[in-house]
């Protein structure tokens, strides 16, 4: 099943490249058209055969997660402290309105609850978040 595509095999450089590559391997001298393909076997014959130093894939890993995040986090950083300040700027705006709809709408026995319940849920994530930090992850 020969094509018109498959490149053709010469013999005699073939059997060059083999002779090269076994007086390499074999200390043996090379005959005059064998040097070229034996200097080539030499190269290869005396790289270094160490492969990457460890944890070389966790590092790399690492060092291209830190550039990556780097403009991330920046951007992330900058877009919340506009989110906080807008937050606040709407809670001193907005906020005693809201709060006195709340208490006609809900009574002042459940606006307590409600700001009971924010509470813990601000408590528990302070906790968690002290936790983390804590163990010094992120």
């Known amino acids: 099943m020969s094509t018109a595509d498959e490149p053709r095999i010469d013999p005699e450089e073939w059997q060059a490249q083999e002779t090269g590559l076994r007086a390499a ?13 034996l200097r080539i076997a030499e190269a290869i014959a005396s790289a270094p055969q160490s492969g990457p130093p460890m944890r070389f894939a966790r590092d790399v890993a690492l060092r291209i ?16 402290a506009v989110l906080a300040i807008a937050a606040l700027a709407v809670g001193t705006l907005f906020g005693p309105a809201w709060w006195s709809a709340i208490e006609q709408t809900a009574g002042r026995a459940a606006t307590g609850w409600l ?3 924010a509470g813990c849920v601000a408590v528990s994530w302070l906790a ?7 163990r010094g992850h992120p």
């Not at 968690?128 to 804590?134: K, P, Q, Y």
């Open 115 to 117: 700001l009971a319940g």
């Open 65 to 80: 997660a830190r550039h990556d995040a780097g403009i991330e986090r920046w951007v992330s950083r900058v877009l919340l």
């Open 25 to 37: 391997l074999g200390g043996q001298r090379a005959g005059p058209d064998d040097v070229d393909y």
């Open 128 to 134: 968690a978040r002290w936790r983390t930090t804590g």
